[in-house]
């Protein structure tokens, strides 16, 4: 029941030691403050990340060609691990748990794709079909390449949004015919994909056409591979027996890690995911041990408010005033303390996050970083619980202050100087 009393008394004691009243919530504002937006920095570099690795599917590998850095039954040090299609035929039949694979290729020379006066620079890959599959995008209109593309070398091509910016900025780039090194390949999609940079902008054709007519040969820049259900500890197996039977067929040494390079995302999403709660865990231990010193400050506070009123409760107690009274009364200035310095720090945690996410600041300050920090937030159910925690903390700052004052004889509070 609320006792107007009570709230004029305390808010009378606040007035009266404004200083000390400042100090000791502003700790416990801070407190709160680095916990919120700890928390959403951290949510906002886990989604980040997350992002990145999106663009790959989880279960996902790639496969690099790298340099020999030592000599191997007549193979040099030094020597460019060059991949072939005899090398993913090769894995398409052995890989044990495979779901799809894909081979890129490069064309030899691209440089600019027109469509009549539009001009741009692009990332043009020739891959199998099944490549969207493994490599996560949305196709907006269209289709990606299929397979009697790839068996009948049709000359078309899926290119990303971006792209069609550029090339078909007023109209749509469906069905028409685009120049690739003099070459004209119809469009048939366009796709959009999440990517690590504002430069990335793809166009993806079927890998037996760019062997075919760009002179290539039959020269592999990488081979991606899905796999059905497998474990971490199955993938680095995997990551063995492929690098084992490409050291056979190149000659190279099992042991020379910079041969090959193979890029496990079923090993890296495991890894980050623990990197990242352990990261939570770490922000919630600083901002709880910040929280509890901004609590200690509270309990400090009451002690001495208990000391000075020594007189002022003996008084109170000789004239009537029960035991559960004082405790409420001393409760309540503690409780109120703490949940308004604790629900301003709250309140400034959360319009920090959400001026940095309305307002593109990473982007602003260091554009490179943004990708990795995305949509930094923190959810209701954790400042539901913060504000929670604040009420409990803040009534165990106030309860051992308040029970010293109740415990207090009156006879004794009146001799007390």
Excluded: C
């Excluded at 995008?137 to 289709?143: A, E, L, M, Q």
């Excluded at 593309?149 to 028409?176: C, G, M, W, Y």
């Excluded at 307002?359 to 937030?377: H, R, S, V």
């Amino acid at each position: 029941m609320f006792d107007r009393d009570k709230w004029q008394e305390i808010f009378s004691t606040i007035s009266k030691n404004k200083t000390r009243t400042i100090l000791t919530g502003f700790s416990v504002a801070t407190g709160i403050f680095m916990l919120i937006f700890l928390l959403g920095a951290g949510r906002g570099l886990r989604n980040g990340m997350i992002s990145v690795f999106a663009q790959d599917a989880k279960n996902s590998m790639q496969i690099y060609g790298g340099r020999t850095t030592k000599a191997y039954k007549g193979t040099r040090e030094g020597k460019f691990i060059q991949m072939v299609n005899d090398d993913y035929l090769s894995l398409k039949k052995t890989i044990e748990k495979l779901d799809v694979i894909s081979a890129m290729s490069y064309i030899p020379g691209a440089e600019t794709i027109s469509y009549k006066n539009n001009f741009g620079n692009f990332n043009v890959s020739p891959v199998h079909d099944t490549y969207k599959e493994i490599k996560n995008f949305n196709i907006i209109k269209g289709r990606f390449l299929n397979q009697k593309d790839i068996k009948e070398n049709r000359k078309v091509v899926a290119i990303q949004d971006e792209v069609k910016k550029v090339l078909f900025p007023h109209e749509t780039a469906i069905s028409k015919y685009i120049n690739i090194n003099n070459i004209k390949f119809k469009v048939v999609g366009v796709f959009s994909q999440s990517s690590f940079d504002d430069n990335s902008r793809d166009i993806y054709i079927p890998i037996s056409v760019a062997q075919k007519i760009f002179n290539n040969n039959d020269h592999l820049r990488r081979i991606s591979f899905t796999l059905n259900n497998v474990s971490v500890d199955e993938s680095k197996d995997v990551v063995k027996f492929i690098t084992y039977q490409m050291a056979a067929r190149h000659k190279f040494s099992r042991e020379d890690k910079k041969a090959l390079w193979i890029q496990n995302n079923i090993e890296n999403s495991q890894t980050f995911a623990g990197l990242f709660s352990a990261i939570e865990m770490f922000v919630w231990i600083i901002g709880t041990f910040t929280i509890v010193l901004g609590v200690i400050g509270v309990f400090n506070i009451m002690m001495i408010v208990v000391k000075e009123r020594t007189k002022e409760i003996g008084i109170r107690k000789a004239i009537g005033a029960t035991p559960r009274s004082v405790i409420g009364l001393i409760l309540m200035e503690a409780v109120f303390i703490t949940s308004v310095s604790g629900y301003i720090g709250l309140i400034a945690g959360v319009g920090l996050l959400e001026f940095i996410n309305r307002f593109d600041i990473i982007n602003k300050i260091y554009p490179p970083a943004a990708i990795y920090f995305l949509n930094p937030q923190v959810d209701l159910g954790i400042a539901a619980g913060a504000t929670l925690v604040l009420i409990i903390t803040g009534a165990l700052a106030g309860f051992f202050p308040a029970r010293k004052a109740a415990a207090i004889k009156p006879i004794e509070a009146l001799r007390d100087e």
